[in-house]
């Protein structure tokens, strides 16, 4: 299938999502995640309307980075190395995987401007995951306000890959909450508005528990083109 043809199958599910829990589906940002497919298709992904696009190694983005430039938001999603963050900070719009403070600190050295950054949370505590665990994030937050380069728009989190659907609930409702307790602080420098969860196989699960940003591989561009 196109990218079109997933696309539009995707909005029609996040739709229904929407409508069962009176949400607005224009507040749901779709992330093409294009790290196992060729520059071509993702490409055709923004032909079809994709405005963000997400990478999880430098080298992935910059390569795409030099074919789609700024025509796009683009959004590291995967873990960054301190010393890779010289080489994507003039070019990505979102950081997904803030979780340490010497990672804090060389964001906010090497950025020329405010960086928006979700802090990734690993809210089902598995060993296979990075991510602060969910008792020490409000503590990590409150530490980043030194760091005026950051800006902390929001919490990401991945959900265990299981077909127990109320696991995954409630490991995103467990976020929402974080939210909300972070949102409650009041932090200039954390309004924490948005929420990144949700992948290719839980994605409606997470529109129903308010994630804002939800990132699709397979399901939207596939794998190996």
């Not at 950025?111 to 809210?123: I, L, R």
């Not at 306000?145 to 109320?166: C, H, Q, S």
Request: charged share 25%; with cysteine; net charge negative.
């Amino acid at each position: 299938m196109t990218v079109q043809d997933n696309l539009e199958q995707i909005k029609k599910q996040i739709t229904e999502a929407c409508l069962r829990t009176d949400r607005n589906p224009q507040d749901i940002h779709i992330v093409a995640v294009t790290k196992y497919v060729s520059i071509e298709r993702a490409k055709e992904a923004v032909e079809a309307g994709v405005i963000h696009i997400g990478e999880n190694r430098d080298e992935g983005l910059l390569a795409k980075y030099e074919i789609l430039g700024n025509d796009v938001q683009w959004h590291f999603i995967g873990t960054l190395q301190s010393r890779k963050v010289k080489n994507i900070i003039d070019k990505v719009d979102y950081i997904h995987s803030l979780d340490r403070l010497s990672l804090a600190k060389e964001i906010h050295i090497r950025a020329h401007q405010k960086v928006k950054c979700f802090v990734q949370v690993n809210v089902s505590e598995e060993d296979s995951k990075h991510g602060l665990h969910t008792e020490e994030a409000v503590s990590f937050i409150r530490s980043l306000e030194p760091y005026t380069n950051i800006e902390v728009v929001g919490l990401m989190t991945m959900a265990p890959f299981t077909e127990d659907r109320e696991l995954i609930r409630n490991c995103f409702r467990s976020l929402k909450q974080l939210q909300q307790d972070v949102q409650a602080l009041n932090l200039a420098y954390a309004p924490c508005t948005e929420l990144s969860m949700g992948m290719s196989n839980d994605y409606e699960i997470a529109v129903e528990e308010g994630a804002t940003f939800i990132r699709l591989g397979t399901t939207l561009v596939g794998k190996e083109f």
